[in-house]
């Protein structure tokens, strides 16, 4: 095989040569032709990049896409797991800090490995590719054509959504789950020696939140796939904004009748709250849900309005 392809190198470059060549004319003929290593790669099956220019993109676009949803059902699998693993012998801080030390070699971790296996994917699709075409290709795996400039939209950069929302909203959605399904483990009174922080007294019955425990796996669900189309629509759209108007008005009317629940709130905690702040119960009772309801009302208010503010941006 190497005999075939030096006896054609050879032949290409006397073609070029002419008549009586002198050193001067090998050397304009060799400069024409190019580094040997890229020439040589011409006669081969096999590509000297690991991705060439013809899946680059579709592999680049890929490897945005996947990182940030890998990392976050790592980190939320993490989480889970120091939460139930949690005994209460350990300060709620050490666990916060710990769970923070290791989120942050769990990301490396995750990054690492997808990039690899990504990587590693894509180059032996690349190689076993016979096709010779190195025209980039398009999202959809097929060679592009004038018709896709129809499909390119300009996205504003205030109504665009970035790789970092959709992250943030992925984990603010595992943060408050994590809180919800372990409350009692999480919220309620600390108290600290100026050594360790000890978790005494919990701010709520689990009981009573877990019999809501259906519709909040729902919602859950929900802000985890509205999240998912936010990455891949990546620009506000006055759909997008009326889904989110119906997400941010379901979440609220749930949390408004959970926090309205009278046996929410454990009988010791309210008892150490009024007495620390030399309140009756029925005040306490009334500013903490009112208080609530009011966060939540405004929250909701202030996600839908931002939500059709960015899908008008033209």
Known sequence: MRTDIALE????????????????????????????????????DQPMHLIGPRYFDV??????????????ISLITMIAQNIIGYNGDEAILNVVLTIIGKGILLII??????????????????????????????????????????????IPK???????????????????????????????????DGERLDFVIPAL????????????????????AFAIYKLFKEQWTERMAIS????????????????????????????YMTTAFTITKEQFNMWVVGGGISIFIIGAVVNAYDGFKKSKIR
């Open 158 to 192: 205030k109504k665009a959504i970035s790789k970092f929302e959709v992250f943030g909203s992925l984990m603010w959605t595992a943060i408050w789950a994590t809180l919800y399904f372990y409350a009692d483990k999480l919220l309620g009174v600390y108290k600290g």
């Open 59 to 72: 592999y680049h676009s890929l490897l945005k896409m996947i990182l940030p949803i890998a990392a976050v």
């Open 244 to 271: 989110n108007t119906v997400l941010q008005i379901i979440t609220t009317i749930v949390f408004i009748v959970i926090l309205k629940n009278p046996n929410l709130m454990s009988e010791a905690f309210i008892e």
């Open 9 to 44: 190198l050879r032949s290409t470059i006397e073609d070029m040569l002419p008549s009586n060549y002198m050193e001067e004319d090998v050397k304009h003929v060799l400069n024409q032709l190019g580094s040997p290593a890229v020439l040589a790669s011409g006669y081969k």
């Open 205 to 224: 019955n689990q009981d009573v939140l877990l019999q809501y425990w259906p519709i909040i796996v729902m919602i859950i669900g929900l802000e985890i």
């Open 109 to 154: 971790e995750v990054g690492i490995q997808v990039f690899f296996w990504l990587t590693a994917t894509f180059a032996i699709i690349e190689r076993l590719d016979k096709d010779k075409e190195q025209q980039p290709l398009t999202a959809s795996l097929g060679k592009w054509t004038a018709d896709d400039l129809e499909n390119i939209a300009y």
